[in-house]
């Protein structure tokens, strides 16, 4: 019997630490993505090697909106021009996400028929990754796929972007960025 104490004692430590990883793993809610970030990335495609990156400014607001919630971005792209007078554009963009009834996933609005040239935009959030997708289909039934991952990280977030056409990667692009805001 004596034996028995210790292998019990270490089946119980072993089962609690896999209980307490399982519980570290559930995937949060929206509300803890809530807040404004702002940082800056790069961003490099297949011809990055011969023509470099481009630098970008992010800003990213995430706010309650009706039953779910709102992803706002903003990209600021300096690239060419002179080094002193960059070329520089601004794209924005906000997303409204409605619960579908599973969980962790979330149907964009606007959001359409990717057939009749409207994306179609959702977002799923595993552990601490917000990602939202946007998908388009052009006239030749080319399609076009785009993924944002928002990973909280210790001081704000991370950012993975990523663009396939067809199967092949276009572009992607890595930011950090700082919550500056709740």
């Not at 034996?3 to 793993?25: D, E, K, M, V, W």
């Not at 992803?71 to 002179?82: A, H, K, P, Y």
């Not at 609005?109 to 601490?128: C, F, K, M, V």
Request: glycine content about 10%; proline content about 5%; charged content about 15%.
């Amino acid at each position: 019997m004596k034996n028995r104490t210790p292998i019990h004692a270490i089946f119980a430590f072993c089962l609690y630490l896999c209980s307490a990883g399982f519980a570290q793993a559930e995937n949060l809610s929206p509300a803890t993505f809530y807040g404004t970030f702002q940082g800056s990335g790069y961003a490099e495609n297949r011809d990055s090697v011969y023509f470099g990156t481009t630098v970008r400014d992010l800003d990213v607001v995430i706010a309650p909106s009706g039953s779910g919630f709102s992803v706002t971005w903003t990209t600021v792209i300096r690239s060419g021009g002179n080094p002193n007078d960059p070329n520089v554009k601004r794209k924005a963009q906000t997303v409204s996400f409605s619960p579908t009834g599973e969980t962790g996933v979330f149907r964009g609005t606007p959001s359409g028929d990717p057939l009749s040239g409207n994306p179609y935009i959702w977002a799923r959030i595993e552990q601490h990754t917000l990602t939202v997708y946007i998908m388009t289909i052009s006239s030749q039934g080319n399609y076009d796929m785009q993924s944002y991952a928002r990973t909280l990280s210790g001081a704000g977030m991370d950012l993975v972007f990523t663009r396939i056409r067809d199967g092949e990667p276009v572009r992607s692009a890595k930011a950090k960025l700082v919550k500056i805001a709740n």
